[in-house]
């Protein structure tokens, strides 16, 4: 959950504290992604490099993965998903695992807890301000 709060003038022009609180469910009632709470957040580790290997991997399996290494077909997709929710700004290059499991659940089409995945790293982003 995350605490905060703002400044609003009220009818009167008077400058007033709002406190307002936003959680994973105000996430994903919002963005509509039909996640469920009990969807893991993590897939298991041979899923995902058994997959990667099946998506034409060619680089070194437990080394980075790195968008080129992959089949011409798949880099697209990764592509636009690291570009929309990576929170870096840069090195776009190289995918991490948050990434690479959402990539997973995607092409196997399973059910993933992508609405927590973006809710822990808001918070994450939010502390580092």
């Given at each position: 959950m995350i605490h905060s709060a703002a400044r609003k003038k009220d009818e009167n022009g008077q400058e007033v504290d709002l406190?307002?609180?936003f959680g994973v469910e105000d996430l994903r009632r919002v963005l509509e992604?039909?996640?469920y709470d009990n969807d893991p957040t993590i897939i298991p580790e041979c899923l995902a490099k058994g997959l990667w290997c099946r998506m034409g991997?060619?680089?070194?399996?437990?080394?980075?993965?790195?968008?080129?290494?992959?089949?011409?077909?798949?880099?697209?997709m990764m592509h636009c998903v690291v570009h929309s929710l990576?929170?870096?700004?840069g090195a776009y290059d190289e995918t991490s695992d948050y990434i690479m499991n959402i990539i997973t659940s995607?092409?196997?089409?399973?059910?993933?807890?992508i609405s927590?995945?973006?809710?822990?790293?808001?918070?994450?982003?939010?502390r580092a301000l």
């Amino acid at each position: 959950m995350i605490h905060s709060a703002a400044r609003k003038k009220d009818e009167n022009g008077q400058e007033v504290d709002l406190e307002f609180k936003f959680g994973v469910e105000d996430l994903r009632r919002v963005l509509e992604l039909g996640d469920y709470d009990n969807d893991p957040t993590i897939i298991p580790e041979c899923l995902a490099k058994g997959l990667w290997c099946r998506m034409g991997f060619t680089s070194h399996i437990n080394g980075k993965m790195i968008k080129i290494s992959f089949s011409h077909a798949y880099k697209f997709m990764m592509h636009c998903v690291v570009h929309s929710l990576s929170h870096r700004k840069g090195a776009y290059d190289e995918t991490s695992d948050y990434i690479m499991n959402i990539i997973t659940s995607l092409v196997l089409n399973r059910r993933y807890n992508i609405s927590q995945v973006i809710f822990e790293y808001l918070k994450e982003n939010i502390r580092a301000l």
